[in-house]
C-alpha cells in the first residue's frame, strides 16, 4: 500500500513544521481555506489542469512576446540577432532561477505551510521572499554589468554583435531588480493556489509591451529610434509594473497571504523553509543555463550566422520552458500543499499525472518543429546561412523535446515536495552529456554541427529518464516517515475567515 493513505489536511505535517508552528505561537492549525480543502480532496487531473491553465495561458503569452521581440529586433539586421541571442540565456538564466528556482522555493514553503494551517508563517514566509528577491536583483545587476562583457566575449560575440549585447544587456540587468521581485512575488500568490491574477498581470503587460516594444526600437512618430535599447527598456518597464501590481495586492491582505511591513525582517528558521528547495532549484537552473551557455561557445567559432542559427533554434527550446512552467506552478502547488498535509502518495500521483501532459505538450511541438522547421525559423530570418543552421538544430533536438517535458515537470514537482536532490542530479548529467559530449563531436569526430546537436538531443533523454527513473525508485519515499502527523495535534476545519483573507 502507498506511503501515507490519508491524514488530516492542516496538521503540521513533520517534526521541524511543528517546531516552526511552536516558535510563531501558532500550535494549533488555522482552519483550512476552501482554496487549500480542494488542492487536498479533489479529482487530480481536473484540478491541476484548472489551476494550470491561467499560467499556461501566461507562458504562451510571454514566449509570444519573447518570440515577437526577436522579430522585431530582426527588423535590425543579423548582428542585432546574433547579439541578442549572446545576451538570451543570462536573461534566462535570471528569469527561470528567480521564477523557478528560487521561485519554486518559495511557491513550496508557502504550499506547504497553508496545507498545514500555518497562515501566519505564510504571511511571513512572503517577507523572506520579498528580502530575497531585492538581493538576489542586486546581485544580477552588479554581476552583469561587470562581468557581462567578458562572458559574451567569450561566447564568441565580436565587432557589431558584441556591441549591440552591451547595449542590450546594460539595460536589461540594470534593471534586474524588477524581474525578481515581479516573478518572487508572482510564486507567493501561486503558492497561496491563486493563479489568476500573475496572469491578468502578464496579459495586460504583454498587450502594453507589444506595443511599445516596437515602437521604441524602430521609432513611430515622435518616439526616437533606440534600436536593441528600446526593447530592453520595454521590458524592464513591463516587470517594474508588474511589480508594482502584486505588491499593492499582497499588501492589501485581500488574499490567503498577506506582505506586512513587520514581516521584512529575517526570520531564520522560515527563511531557511524557502532556501532549502530554492538554492538547489537555483542550481538546477543554472546547469541548464550553463548548458547553453558553454553550447553557445562551441557553436561561436562556426561564425555570425552559425550563432544566431542556433540562437534562434535553442529559442524553441528555452520557450518551453516557461510553457512547462506553467503546468509546473500548478504542480509545485498542489504536491506541496498535499506533502504539507501528509498526503504523499496522492503528490506523487500528481506527479505522474503532471509529467505526462508536459512530455505529450513538449513532444507534439518538438516533432512539429523538426517535420517543419522553417516554420519557426522563418519567423526571424530568411537568410540562407542561418536558416541552415536553425534547421539542422531543429531536425535532431525537436524529436526528444518530451523527454524535456517530462524532466521539467518532474523537477517542480520535486520542488512541491521539497525533495530536489535527483533532479539537480539530472541537470548535472545533462550539463556533461551535452558540453563534453558536444566537444568531442566537433573536436574529436569532426562531426561539425549536426554532431554536436545530436549530443544535445542526447542529454535531454539522459535528463529526463534519470529524474524518471529516481521518483519511480523512491526518491520522495524517505519523507514518508516525517508525514505523520502528531497523533496530540489538533484537527482543523472550514471555518470563516476574516474578511481580509479571501478565500
Do not use: C, K
Not at 503546468?327 to 496522492?346: I, K
Amino acid at each position: 500500500m502507498s506511503e501515507v493513505v490519508r491524514l488530516d489536511p492542516g496538521l503540521p505535517s513533520s517534526p521541524a513544521e511543528r517546531a516552526a508552528a511552536a516558535q510563531t505561537g501558532s500550535e494549533r492549525p488555522a482552519p483550512l481555506t476552501t482554496r487549500t480543502r480542494r488542492l487536498l480532496e479533489d479529482p487530480i487531473a481536473p484540478t491541476l489542469l484548472r489551476l494550470a491553465a491561467p499560467t499556461v495561458v501566461v507562458m504562451i503569452i510571454q514566449a509570444l512576446v519573447s518570440a515577437a521581440e526577436a522579430v522585431f529586433v530582426g527588423w535590425l539586421g543579423a548582428e542585432a540577432l546574433a547579439g541578442v541571442s549572446l545576451v538570451f540565456p543570462l536573461i534566462m538564466l535570471m528569469q527561470t532561477m528567480s521564477a523557478g528556482g528560487m521561485g519554486g522555493g518559495v511557491a513550496s514553503a508557502v504550499a506547504r505551510a497553508l496545507g498545514a494551517g500555518r497562515r501566519d508563517d505564510a504571511d511571513a514566509l512572503a517577507g523572506q521572499a520579498l528580502l530575497i528577491a531585492i538581493v538576489m536583483g542586486g546581485l544580477f545587476t552588479t554581476g552583469a554589468l561587470w562581468a557581462g562583457p567578458t562572458l559574451y566575449r567569450a561566447l564568441g560575440g565580436a565587432g557589431g554583435a558584441l556591441a549591440v549585447a552591451l547595449a542590450y544587456s546594460n539595460v536589461v540587468f540594470a534593471g534586474a531588480s524588477a524581474f525578481w521581485v515581479f516573478n518572487i512575488l508572482a510564486s507567493v500568490v501561486r503558492g497561496a493556489g491563486n493563479m489568476l491574477l500573475p496572469a491578468g498581470i502578464v496579459v495586460g503587460g504583454a498587450a502594453v509591451t507589444l506595443a511599445v516594444s516596437p515602437a521604441l526600437i524602430v521609432g513611430w512618430g515622435p518616439i526616437p529610434r533606440l534600436g536593441v535599447v528600446g526593447a530592453a527598456t520595454a521590458l524592464v518597464a513591463y516587470y517594474a509594473l508588474g511589480s508594482l501590481l502584486l505588491l499593492g495586492y499582497l499588501a492589501s491582505g485581500r488574499g490567503p497571504v498577506r506582505l506586512s511591513v513587520a514581516d521584512l525582517r529575517i526570520r531564520r528558521s522560515l527563511l531557511a523553509d524557502i532556501l532549502r528547495v530554492g538554492l538547489p532549484g537555483s542550481l538546477n537552473t543554472i546547469q541548464t543555463n550553463l548548458t547553453v551557455v558553454f553550447l553557445t561557445g562551441l557553436v561561436g567559432p562556426f561564425g555570425t550566422f552559425a550563432l544566431a542559427g542556433y540562437g534562434m533554434g535553442a529559442r524553441l527550446e528555452y520557450l518551453l520552458i516557461p510553457l512547462v512552467f506553467g503546468l509546473g506552478s500548478a504542480l509545485v502547488t498542489m504536491v506541496g500543499t498535499n506533502v504539507g498535509a501528509g498526503q504523499l502518495a496522492r503528490a506523487q500521483r500528481i506527479a505522474w499525472v503532471g509529467a505526462a501532459l508536459a512530455g505529450a505538450v513538449t513532444g507534439g511541438i518538438g516533432f512539429a518543429a523538426a517535420v517543419v522547421p522553417r516554420a519557426w525559423l522563418g519567423l526571424f530570418t530568411e537568410h540562407p546561412e542561418i536558416l541552415g543552421a536553425g534547421t539542422s538544430y531543429l531536425e535532431r533536438v525537436g524529436p526528444v523535446y518530451g523527454f524535456l517535458g517530462v524532466g521539467l515537470a518532474l523537477y517542480f514537482a520535486s520542488q512541491g515536495a521539497g525533495r530536489v536532490f535527483w533532479p539537480l542530479v539530472a541537470g548535472f548529467v545533462r550539463l556533461l552529456t551535452a558540453v563534453v559530449g558536444g566537444w568531442l563531436a566537433i573536436d574529436g569526430l569532426g562531426a561539425g554541427l549536426p554532431g554536436l546537436f545530436l549530443a544535445i538531443a542526447l542529454s535531454l533523454v539522459v535528463f529526463g529518464t534519470t529524474v524518471t527513473v529516481a521518483i519511480g525508485a523512491g526518491a520522495w519515499r524517505s519523507r514518508a516517515s516525517t508525514t505523520q502527523p502528531s497523533p496530540e495535534a489538533p484537527r482543523p476545519s472550514i471555518e470563516s475567515r476574516p474578511m481580509h483573507r479571501s478565500d
